[in-house]
């Protein structure tokens, strides 16, 4: 067997047996086939697609590419994972809320893909931060104070780890089979026994349309099955960017506010709703919109902002940034961005959104490239907002005057603002489930 027939097989649009799915994860992971016959093969699924069984395959030799969390001596464990979208803060709130409820969290989270952002970089924007550890103290974090963030760090997955930085600097970011194994191929590595999925759709997410991001979860609905994990995909609106603030401190701002109550519409609507499945699949309670109330009332009471500091400190972030976070680094320029018209938000294209925060410096353009933590976008009006003539749309943080003055002018044009009054987008498309029936007992 060689690399060479593997590539020309796909090329062809054939079907690849176990044992070349097996052949390439392996000699990838460990050096002996190049990124550039790695791309070839990748960019020959992105054409070409995968059968549920390849697609199978290449999750299961993923996820064993390295080790294999055993998370049983923590206990009932659900994880959450995205598809990614921009302005997708949702693990950052989530994460403590329910680790104020009791859950046991113990998550790892990717870095920025396409013009997505990722937790990791987030994270890593708090000084201090680590999202680097060893395998103990992820789990002696986890029993100590119920949660631990941290980054594709570790021996889990490394397969993935290779080929999310290669899918992303080759744009092949985007394809069902990818998408599917990437995520479930962590999941597994992890050691979580049960999943809730966000499944992102529109714009600004790698499923464009609502029949892809139903085809995306019924694939990681079977993987789950066949891999013996309830698995819960949350299907969610990502045609506009989620919440006010895209880029990474921005971001942290923004969760730090919303842990505290103040949470714009579209991001408590995720919040709850992932949040409530995550509740059930971890047996606190089988009703959905009491889960919601469970929810809200660690937010009032101030549980979850203590379990986020808590978070913070317990992996050596600097917790001052927290509670005073006007000490973040600003960005040099905050330019505004003004309506020409007046009229209401019609659309907000999240992909453009992304693609400006990105080339600010928020995303990576190769994959070797820094973050720059401080620039973004903040959004006043979003879709359904009435809007003054000259009346302000966003702030852009910039650090280079020129890519600030150029962000103005493409943050004006992804708005679509018209005469008619538009109502606000569903957060919440769809639901799709594998609960077993022992576990609504
Ligand atoms: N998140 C992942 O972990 N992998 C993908 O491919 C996309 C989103």
């Given at each position: 067997?060689?690399?060479?027939?593997?590539?020309?097989?796909?090329?062809?649009?054939?079907?690849?047996?176990?044992e070349?799915?097996d052949?390439?994860?392996?000699?990838?992971t460990?050096?002996?086939?190049?990124?550039?016959?790695?791309?070839?093969?990748?960019?020959?699924?992105?054409?070409?697609?995968?059968?549920?069984?390849?697609?199978?395959?290449?999750?299961?030799?993923?996820?064993?590419?390295?080790?294999?969390?055993?998370?049983?001596?923590?206990?009932?464990?659900?994880?959450?994972?995205?598809?990614?979208?921009?302005?997708?803060?949702?693990?950052?709130?989530?994460?403590?809320?329910?680790?104020?409820?009791?859950?046991?969290?113990?998550?790892?989270?990717?870095?920025?893909?396409?013009?997505?952002?990722?937790?990791?970089?987030?994270?890593?924007?708090?000084?201090?931060?680590?999202?680097?550890?060893?395998?103990?103290e992820?789990?002696?974090?986890?029993?100590?104070?119920?949660?631990?963030?941290?980054?594709?760090?570790?021996?889990?997955?490394?397969?993935?780890?290779?080929?999310?930085?290669?899918?992303?600097?080759?744009?092949?970011?985007?394809?069902?089979?990818?998408?599917?194994?990437?995520?479930?191929?962590?999941?597994?590595?992890?050691?979580?026994?049960?999943?809730?999925?966000?499944?992102?759709?529109?714009?600004?997410?790698?499923?464009?349309?609502?029949?892809?991001?139903?085809?995306?979860?019924?694939?990681?609905i079977?993987?789950?099955?066949?891999?013996?994990?309830?698995?819960?995909?949350?299907?969610?609106?990502?045609?506009?960017?989620?919440?006010?603030?895209?880029?990474?401190?921005?971001?942290?701002?923004?969760?730090?506010?919303?842990?505290?109550?103040?949470?714009?519409?579209?991001?408590?609507?995720?919040?709850?709703?992932?949040?409530?499945?995550?509740?059930?699949?971890?047996?606190?309670?089988?009703?959905?919109?009491?889960?919601?109330?469970?929810?809200?009332?660690?937010?009032?009471?101030?549980?979850?902002?203590?379990?986020?500091?808590?978070?913070?400190?317990?992996?050596?972030?600097?917790?001052?940034?927290?509670?005073?976070?006007?000490?973040?680094?600003?960005?040099?320029?905050?330019?505004?961005?003004?309506s020409?018209?007046?009229?209401?938000?019609?659309?907000?294209n999240?992909?453009?959104?992304?693609?400006?925060?990105?080339?600010?410096?928020?995303?990576?353009?190769?994959?070797?490239?820094?973050?720059?933590?401080?620039?973004?976008?903040?959004?006043?009006?979003?879709v359904?907002?009435?809007?003054?003539?000259?009346?302000?749309?966003?702030?852009?943080?910039?650090n280079?005057?020129?890519?600030?003055?150029?962000?103005?002018?493409?943050?004006?044009?992804?708005?679509?603002?018209?005469?008619?009054?538009?109502?606000?987008?569903?957060?919440?498309?769809?639901?799709?489930?594998?609960?077993?029936?022992?576990?609504?007992?």
């Amino acid at each position: 067997m060689n690399i060479l027939e593997i590539i020309g097989k796909k090329r062809d649009s054939k079907e690849l047996t176990k044992e070349e799915i097996d052949y390439f994860v392996n000699n990838y992971t460990n050096g002996e086939i190049t990124d550039y016959q790695a791309s070839a093969l990748v960019m020959a699924i992105y054409i070409n697609g995968m059968t549920i069984e390849e697609t199978t395959n290449l999750t299961l030799a993923m996820a064993h590419s390295g080790d294999i969390l055993d998370l049983s001596e923590v206990g009932n464990v659900v994880d959450k994972h995205s598809t990614g979208g921009v302005g997708d803060k949702v693990t950052l709130i989530l994460m403590p809320i329910c680790a104020a409820l009791g859950c046991k969290v113990a998550k790892m989270s990717g870095r920025g893909l396409g013009v997505t952002g990722g937790t990791k970089d987030k994270l890593e924007a708090i000084p201090g931060y680590k999202t680097e550890i060893s395998i103990d103290e992820f789990i002696k974090n986890v029993n100590k104070i119920g949660i631990s963030l941290i980054g594709q760090t570790l021996n889990l997955a490394p397969a993935d780890k290779k080929l999310y930085a290669l899918r992303d600097a080759i744009n092949c970011t985007a394809n069902i089979p990818l998408i599917a194994s990437s995520i479930m191929s962590k999941k597994i590595a992890s050691g979580a026994n049960k999943l809730v999925l966000d499944v992102t759709c529109g714009s600004g997410a790698f499923m464009q349309n609502i029949e892809d991001a139903e085809e995306l979860s019924k694939t990681m609905i079977n993987i789950g099955k066949l891999a013996n994990k309830e698995t819960v995909c949350i299907i969610t609106n990502m045609d506009q960017p989620l919440g006010r603030m895209v880029g990474n401190t921005l971001e942290v701002i923004e969760a730090i506010e919303a842990l505290k109550g103040n949470m714009d519409e579209d991001v408590k609507n995720v919040v709850l709703e992932l949040g409530a499945y995550i509740l059930k699949l971890d047996g606190k309670g089988n009703d959905i919109e009491k889960n919601k109330k469970l929810i809200e009332e660690v937010i009032v009471n101030g549980k979850a902002y203590n379990k986020f500091l808590e978070l913070i400190s317990n992996q050596d972030g600097d917790i001052s940034y927290i509670e005073n976070y006007n000490k973040f680094e600003k960005s040099k320029y905050k330019l505004e961005v003004k309506s020409s018209i007046s009229g209401y938000v019609h659309n907000l294209n999240a992909f453009k959104v992304g693609q400006i925060a990105s080339l600010l410096g928020a995303g990576r353009q190769r994959k070797e490239d820094e973050i720059d933590y401080s620039v973004g976008i903040e959004l006043l009006k979003k879709v359904g907002d009435k809007v003054q003539e000259q009346e302000t749309l966003a702030y852009i943080y910039a650090n280079d005057e020129q890519k600030g003055k150029q962000a103005v002018i493409d943050l004006q044009k992804a708005y679509l603002i018209s005469a008619e009054n538009v109502e606000k987008p569903k957060d919440i498309l769809e639901i799709i489930t594998f609960i077993k029936k022992s576990s609504l007992i």
